[in-house]
């Protein structure tokens, strides 16, 4: 069943095979026949099955990432790394125009697509998760359902509303034409004070399912018994949802609330799909991976934008890990509180 | 009385928002059987002529038949090397008691918590320098290493709740180590791959960042980066649009449908990581 195994090494091996298995290996092991050398080397051996995934993660991620640190204290010459020049970078990126500008912009945006996001994304995956944990029939389906659109890649997903959200061509307007709403059609995408509620509305019709199944799972773990006391003691409704079910889903719904701050803070591809890698119109929907992105990739000056590029992905970095650590530290002590 | 009253709101609430869900998608295969002049002057109307003649332009004239053979490439070889990788060294970390065993895994685990994007520019010096710009093979290396702490994160704790006897049993029946892995642990293990398989499929294939960093050459786009070209290229030709969504859409929603129990499962444990 196992495969043929060497001659010797069976030979070897069946020699006991009355004694019980652990201590037989135990004997194994202890005895100091010729076989000890060619364990050390097998042990060797068994390296290598650590080693591929070893090698990738190292060059490959984490390498990267402490260039990525050490190259943000240097100045850059197009591709080739010049002299240390300490936090110049940073200061530049706060202090001068147009860097910091663009910057506090493309910050505050991502800001309110977090706050955006949790609004409508979060609030409403909540709701619904609530109306899928009650007793009706086809959870499965409807699970499935809203989970669908998170299938599809972020980029098609961008692509494919801004041809429903044309101003002359698309779906939306001419829906809303259709049901006599003429007034409310609108060029979404095409108006500064829309465009980026707008991508924050598209970002949420493509996760809200992904939240959904997370609140689910917190739901599902509350124990019915705690709300049959809570119906003893007279809490019905929004006083239950509040005092009972919203606290003991906290976990999920902290667990969400940070991952849709990473997400808010490293969004790119939807918005380089609907907007184009300015965040356009005029920046309205600028954020600080596509500030990044142009630093790096686009043609804006080749002369120093490297050295600039790094310190703004440092300073993300920063940003997210900081997120993380809070989280995984409130979580810590809230499992020793309990 | 009031518990009839409530499925009277839940299921019209339940069922609005999953039409609001559906419907983009619905859409969008609806409108890739239109011709384009029906498309921009009522989007919404069922197809008054069913024609398959935009996805056959957009197989041929638009290249979509080499974007989707690179995808399956870059997919294929992204998948195996993680899932192979990844198990021999949860196979290794949970099995044999090494001293450093413990960092390692550790050390692993924070790349579940770094933002990998953050280190484009460093890997795209990296790449040029060892000549893999513009070759899909650059995306395959950066899959991998970018997916390996998941999926050991996933198999470690896989491997920890398989007992050690059966190791030891196979060990005495003269197996060696490696033996051990592929004939007693691989084919118990179908599950916790078919879950990391499947989270990574997702995250491979519709990736779009990578390779608009790394390929620059139209013949060797991937779907996703392929979308860019088309848009870029056939802008006022709708139809061809909506064919090139679908087609890059259609396998996972198609493997979606076959095996949705999987597809939730796994992409609910890649959150709670």
Known sequence: ?338 | MSKILNQFIKYPILIVFSLIALYPIFLMFLSSVKPNLEILTSPLSFPKVFTLENYATVWEKVNFSSYVWNSVYVSALSLFFILFFSSLAAFYLSRYDFKWNAFILFFFMLGLMIPMKLAILPLYMMMLKLGLLNSLNSLIIVYIAGNVPFAVFVFYGFFRSLPKDLDQSARLDGCNEFQIYYKIILPLMRPSLAIVGIVNLIGVWNDFFYPLIFIHDDAKNTIPLGMLSLFGEYDTQWNLLFAGLSISSLPMIVAFLLASKQFIEGLTTGAVK
């Not at chain 1, 006991?16 to 037989?24: A, F, I």
């Not at chain 1, 041809?163 to 003429?182: C, H, R």
């Open chain 1, 1 to 338: 069943m196992y495969g043929t195994p060497p001659a010797d090494f069976s030979l070897k091996r069946r020699g006991g095979e009355t004694l019980v298995l652990k201590e037989q290996v135990a004997d194994v092991k202890a005895s100091p026949k010729p076989s000890k050398n060619k364990r050390s080397i097998k042990r060797h051996f068994l390296h290598l099955f650590l080693l591929p995934a070893l090698i990738f993660y190292v060059g490959f991620q984490v390498y990267p990432i402490l260039t990525a640190f050490v190259n943000s204290f240097y100045s850059f010459k197009g591709m080739v790394r010049q002299d240390f020049i300490g936090l110049e970078n940073f200061v530049r990126l706060f202090t001068e125009e147009p860097y910091n500008t663009i910057f506090t912009r493309a910050f505050w945006h991502n800001i309110i697509y977090f706050i955006g996001t949790v609004v409508a994304k979060l609030v409403l995956a909540f709701a619904l998760a609530l109306l899928i944990n009650s007793k009706i029939k086809g959870r499965e389906f409807f699970k499935a359902v809203f989970f669908m659109p998170k299938l599809l890649s972020v980029i098609v997903v961008g692509f494919l509303f801004s041809l429903i959200l044309n101003p002359t061509n698309g779906a939306l307007n001419s829906f809303l034409k259709m049901v006599g709403l003429a007034e409310w059609a609108h060029p979404w995408l095409g108006d500064p004070k829309t465009a980026l509620y707008t991508i924050i509305l598209v970002n949420s019709w493509y996760g809200i399912g992904f939240a959904i199944l997370i609140f689910l799972a917190g739901l599902q773990a509350i124990p019915e018994e705690i709300y049959e006391a809570a119906k003893i003691d007279g809490s019905y409704g929004l006083k239950m949802l509040f005092q009972i079910t919203i606290p003991m889903a906290m976990p999920s719904i902290m667990i969400m609330t940070i991952l849709t701050f990473i997400g808010s803070f490293e969004t790119f591809e939807l918005v380089f799909a609907m907007q184009g890698s300015s965040g356009g119109p005029y920046y309205s929907t600028d954020v600080l991976a596509l500030f990044f992105y142009r630093l790096a990739f686009g043609s804006v000056d080749g002369g120093d934008a490297i050295g600039l590029g790094s310190a703004l992905a440092v300073v993300l970095f920063l940003i997210i890990c900081t997120a993380t650590a809070i989280s995984l530290f409130f979580f810590k002590r809230k499992e020793i509180e309990q």
